[in-house]
């Protein structure tokens, strides 16, 4: 099989994703009064409206429209104020009634986008860049990415499934198991589904639209996004067509992209597929294939039905959904700051690198933190804006990670803001070495001090004192005088022996910058 690269020379792939997202923050089901909880003991949480039991009325959940219209609102949808549900009938042992309820034509969000910034290694896999808009220069002339536009065609609300689990075999699939075991617990659950316009191009613009839109629900506080646990996923439909061309080709549905980078793998094996299939002269089918990412294949899992098997048809027991304008503006009111605001704000407001400001504002609780420690900062937050940035993209994420609490541990505040704050401040000042940073912030953690008395208690300031400096820095000259001559007569490069030497009497301690700068002043008069 040919490489992405060279494919994608040849052939334009077309991309469109179809996101479903259970709104796990809610606290009841969509239309019974079940309670929403991942892990819970099988068939618990259930009830006649979620079981589809005969005369059971169900009734929508009003926090979980206001959900999907700020899903809407964030996603720059227009929010249809009149819609309603329909019921796609399947047999599935999966939903017991039998149908699925859902939206038909009309979604409660329609009509909207997103912009994609696409920069770095990921920026290299879109080799022909009609359509974008070149995202600036890396300083060296080249182009650094570019921006694309996603359209969003809809956002619609539909009800989970329950949870099937398949016993004995080797596959864990249905088809060779013993038996299957059904947990109706998520049944009913809230669901958004997002479908995009088949507007993507690349594998790595896929992964980048499925990781903002995550970064935007996680910022509504909609959805945990767990693509592990299963309330955030994503299915991958995938054409190719020969460059040129406008029309579309026949796509194929890729499921089971359980993670970012099975997202991007299962698309980029879909499109070297299909283009080995067409170069042969072959058609493709357009069905739904299931990515294996041990094996590095998709297999056909089956041949795609039409809209009409479904039999889609307004539920009767649910009046058309009346919208009214005030609760649009109320949910319009609730909205919090997006990332793409944030990051500006960050470099308008504070002169953050552009890399720095995207780093922090695509994380939810990191550039919650460092609001907060900005506001401790108080009067001396723009000149520690980019100190504390460092400290947190660096040693409190290495911590993070290394400790594998999660980023939990910002919002349970195992640190806290102001000891950022105040140990950027001592960096800054140049009170304490960015070596010795690292160490009062490895003790800040362990002790739950703050920065000034873990320096004060070990003893840690940075030597300062250019007359202590001086005099340091002329001891070492009269101990050397041979290597005083040699630096005199050109060997320049001494001076790293010279401030080594400084360094050690300090007990590391001096402040290099400082005693370099008195050495070469002091070397020059020797
Ligand atoms: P289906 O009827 O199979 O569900 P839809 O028209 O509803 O297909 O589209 C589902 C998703 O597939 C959307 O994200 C859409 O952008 C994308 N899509 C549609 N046609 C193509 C195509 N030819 N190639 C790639 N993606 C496509
Ligand atoms: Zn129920
Ligand atoms: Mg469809």
């Not at 937050?381 to 040693?395: E, F, G, M, R, S």
Request: net charge negative; proline share 5%.
């Amino acid at each position: 099989m040919k490489d992405l690269q060279s494919v994608l020379w040849d052939w334009e792939a077309v991309i469109g994703l179809e996101v479903h997202t259970e709104l796990t923050t809610l606290n009841t089901k969509m239309f019974c009064s079940c309670p929403i909880e991942f892990g819970a003991q099988p068939n618990t949480h259930v009830c006649p409206v979620c079981l589809g039991l005969p005369g059971a009325l169900p009734v929508p959940n009003k926090a979980a429209i206001q959900s999907i219209v700020l899903a809407g609102l964030a996603t720059n949808c227009e929010i249809m104020k009149r819609s309603m549900f329909y019921r796609k009938n399947y047999f599935y042992p999966d939903m017991s009634k039998n149908y699925q309820i859902t939206q038909g034509p009309v979604a409660f969000c329609m009509h909207g986008g997103l912009n994609l910034e696409v920069s770095g290694p990921a920026a290299k896999e879109r080799l022909h860049l009609e359509g974008t808009q070149p995202l600036g220069s890396d300083g060296f002339g080249a182009m650094s990415g570019y921006t694309t536009h996603i359209g969003i065609t809809r956002i619609h609300m539909e009800e989970d499934a329950g949870k099937m689990i398949h016993v004995g075999g080797s596959s864990g699939r249905i088809t060779d198991a013993e038996y299957s075991l059904v947990d109706y617990n998520r049944c009913g659950t809230p669901l958004i589904e997002l479908v995009t316009e088949p507007d993507l191009r690349t594998p790595e613009e896929a992964r980048l639209f499925l990781q903002k839109l995550r970064q935007i629900y996680l910022t509504l506080d909609i959805s945990d996004c767990s693509m592990e646990e299963g309330s955030l996923r994503c299915d991958g439909n995938v054409s190719l067509r020969r460059r040129g061309s406008t029309e579309l080709g026949t796509k194929t549905e890729l499921k089971n992209m359980n993670s970012f980078k099975n997202l991007h793998d299962g698309l980029a094996y879909e499109i070297c597929r299909q283009a080995e299939v067409l170069e042969s002269g072959g058609t493709v089918r357009q069905e739904t294939r299931h990515w294996e990412p041990g094996a590095k294949r998709t297999i056909t899992m089956r041949v795609k039905e039409t809209a009409d098997d479904y039999r889609l048809f307004p539920d009767p027991d649910l009046a058309p959904y009346d919208l009214s304008d005030e609760f649009i503006q109320s949910v319009r009111d609730r909205l919090p700051e997006l990332p793409d605001a944030k990051k500006q704000r960050f470099i308008s407001d504070y002169g953050l690198p552009a890399a720095d400001a995207e780093n922090l504002s695509t994380d939810v609780e990191l550039s919650a933190f460092f609001d907060k420690a900005l506001r401790a900062a108080s009067s001396k937050a723009v000149a520690l804006a980019k100190p504390i940035a460092n400290l947190l993209l660096n040693d409190v994420s290495a911590w993070l990670n290394a400790s594998a609490v999660g980023s939990e541990a910002l919002i349970m505040g195992s640190i806290a803001p102001e000891g950022i704050a105040e140990l950027a401040s001592l960096t800054l000042s140049g009170e304490i070495s960015s070596k010795q940073a690292k160490e009062v912030f490895a003790a800040m953690v362990e002790t739950g001090d703050s920065p000034l008395t873990i320096v004060e208690v070990r003893g840690l300031k940075q030597v300062n004192d250019s007359s202590e400096i001086e005099r340091i820095v002329l001891g070492i000259i009269s101990r050397f005088p041979e290597k005083v001559a040699e630096y005199q007569a050109g060997k320049t490069g001494l001076i790293g022996f010279f401030v080594g030497q400084a360094m050690k009497e300090t007990s590391g301690q001096g402040n290099p910058k400082l005693i370099n700068e008195i050495f070469t002043e002091k070397l020059q008069e020797a």
